[in-house]
């Protein structure tokens, strides 16, 4: 079973302060991606990535940008963080070669931004 | 965009009853469906992947695709506590990049 890490499990940070969530997968997929989850928004598509070196906007990439520094890793980064920022955030990772591609989901990040 | 709804909001069952959630999307051209399992403060579980019209049977978990009605739900056959948690369905996009888009979630209770 692939596996995604998300690290912090949780973090508080306050308005204006730079907050960087990290995602690291172990199953060598090409695909990953970043959503958040809000009460009444199910999950959304913020950044998603193709491989390393390689970041895309999703449907709501506005005050985040995200980085691929490798295969494994891939962070997403608020520069100036506001409270509407405040949700659980989602690390994927996927096979893109196939049609029936899954996503592996990490535990999710939690952040509170004050 | 993909636009994915599921019903009811919130749902309650007895041990051992069947359990059926709904999602309706708006794009039939998508060829990728899945049903997640959410437990609090837990990361996603798939649960079925279905790619085609039809029924597909996980365990104790069926789902049935009809993309002509733009319909696609789960059932879960003797439900039991342990099942309590958020069910997300997700529809693949055909555009671009490859995504998924989920609905809100239903949230089931199964009590003893």
């Known amino acids: 079973e692939a596996a995604v890490t998300q690290s912090p499990r949780n973090k508080v940070a306050v308005t204006g302060g730079k907050v960087t969530l990290s995602c690291n997968q172990t199953?060598?997929?090409?695909?990953m991606y970043w959503y958040r989850q809000d009460t009444g928004h199910g999950l959304r598509l913020i950044h998603y990535s193709y491989g390393a070196g390689s970041t895309e906007k999703g449907d709501i990439p506005d005050g985040y940008k995200a980085s691929r520094p490798s295969q494994e890793n891939f962070s997403l980064i608020l520069e100036l963080a506001t409270p509407s920022q405040t949700s659980v955030y989602f690390c994927a990772s996927g096979d893109p070669g196939r049609s029936n591609e899954r996503l592996f989901f990490g535990h999710g990040t939690k952040l509170s931004v004050l | 965009q993909q636009k994915v709804q599921q019903s009811p909001e919130s749902l309650t069952v007895s041990e051992g009853a069947m359990a059926s959630l709904n999602c309706t999307f708006s794009d039939g051209t998508s060829n990728n469906f899945r049903w997640y399992r959410q437990h609090s403060a837990k990361g996603l579980e798939v649960l079925v992947s279905i790619f085609s019209d039809g029924e597909k049977e996980e365990g104790r978990f069926t789902a049935h695709l009809n993309r002509a009605n733009l319909h696609v739900s789960l059932h879960i056959r003797e439900p039991q506590p342990s099942d309590s948690a958020v069910y997300l369905c997700?529809?693949?996009?055909?555009?671009?990049?490859?995504?998924?888009?989920f609905g809100k979630g239903t949230s089931l209770t199964v009590i003893p």
């Open positions: 997700a529809v693949s996009s055909n555009t671009g990049y490859q995504n998924f888009y």
């Open positions: 199953n060598n997929h090409n695909n």
